[in-house]
């Protein structure tokens, strides 16, 4: 991989402009990702994240590198998996919300645990509620993956209320377990920008993906919440510059990415951080 985009960013970013709120339509977004494809920042790209109910349109993604992202039954994601292979696409991942929060994710892993079974070169990801039988669930996950199945959990680290947005430290508490478990992990919502900030519209408090991306690399070499949690908290770039850049030509610990509706934005940041080249060697 170009040096244009170091190691530690590889796939960090997934395409999620097809995802609410985004409001493209499929060709225009297929048009745009095939740039994002060709273009010098291609290594910090993961998968275009494609909504379940899409795929009952007529698409032809020939060739793309395809997430899938449920939104509805269960049931129904190994037939459309099906379908978008059969259009052509390079589906190697899937994810799907367990339960609601406070309902028992418990049904909803082992749902998602018979299709890595079916689909044994799928990743797949369970989104599990931040609340109520999280551990419980996590130890679901590890002893899944123990047996074999390509499973992790993914987190809901933000949306349209603030109990949605976790702490520093109830996040922080999430990292080390997983940490604590051998288990990546994918964040979903909240994760606008580099650095920890408050939107002015909402009052909401997010967490950073530069944050996020350094707190997990100290949980990876055995930091304790308190300190993971420090890490997440910080909202000015100087503490996290640092650590960054001496990992930069290493494999990105823990955290495996997330997605945002406009990958040019996360690049755009980390350029001003000094920590991508811009497309200049």
């Not at 994760?191 to 990876?220: I, K, Q």
Request: hydrophobic letters at 50%; a negative charge; proline letters at 9%.
């Amino acid at each position: 991989m170009s040096m244009l985009v170091p190691p530690l960013f590889a796939g960090l970013v997934d395409d999620a402009s097809l995802l609410p709120p985004g409001v493209p339509g499929f060709r225009e977004v297929l048009e745009a990702h095939g740039k994002h494809r060709n273009a010098w920042y291609a290594g910090l790209i993961g998968a275009l994240l494609v909504p379940s109910s899409v795929v009952d349109l007529d698409l032809s993604p020939g060739g793309l590198a395809v997430g899938v992202v449920n939104d509805a039954a269960l049931s129904a994601l190994p037939a459309v998996v099906a379908k978008l292979r059969s259009a052509g696409a390079v589906v190697g991942r899937v994810e799907a919300a367990v339960a609601r929060r406070g309902e028992d994710p418990q049904p909803g892993l082992g749902a998602l645990g018979r299709l890595a079974a079916a689909e044994p070169d799928l990743d797949v990801y369970a989104e599990i509620p931040l609340s109520w039988g999280l551990l419980a669930g996590l130890d679901t996950v590890a002893g899944q993956r123990a047996e074999g199945l390509r499973i992790a959990p993914k987190f809901r680290v933000g949306g349209l209320a603030a109990e949605l947005f976790p702490t520093p430290v109830e996040l922080a508490a999430v990292i080390c377990a997983c940490r604590d478990r051998d288990l990546p992990f994918k964040l979903a919502a909240g994760l606008r920008h580099a650095l920890r900030h408050t939107d002015p519209e909402t009052g909401f408090t997010h967490h950073g993906f530069l944050n996020v991306l350094v707190a997990s690399a100290a949980a990876a070499d055995g930091a304790e919440v308190a300190e993971v949690a420090e890490v997440l908290g910080a909202t000015h770039p100087v503490p996290l510059i640092e650590p960054t850049r001496v990992r930069r030509d290493e494999p990105r610990p823990l955290w495996v990415g997330f997605g945002a509706p406009n990958v040019l934005e996360p690049l755009t940041e980390l350029i001003r951080l000094g920590l991508i080249n811009g497309g200049y060697e």
